[in-house]
């Protein structure tokens, strides 16, 4: 007599990941320059090193259990 629905949507991870790493380079980089050009490099910069954490430490090999 359950009535849950099992919500089954994979999410898109490597989505998520470029948008908080874009958004948090920006912030940070803001609050640190104070100007507009900075909030432009904070958006380059994090999401640079968003693309390097998505291609490069994320990927693991499967696990074999």
């Known amino acids: ?5 099992e919500n089954n949507e994979n999410l898109n991870v490597k989505g998520i ?11 940070i980089s803001i609050i640190v320059k104070g100007t ?8 380059v910069i994090g999401f ?5 954490f ?4 994320l990927p693991h090999k499967p696990s074999d259990r």
């Open 1 to 5: 007599m359950e009535n849950q629905v």
């Open 36 to 43: 507009f050009l900075g909030f432009i490099g904070g958006l």
């Open 54 to 57: 998505i291609s490069v430490i």
């Open 17 to 27: 990941i470029l948008l908080l790493g874009t958004i948090f380079g920006a912030l």
């Open 48 to 52: 640079a090193l968003a693309i390097f």
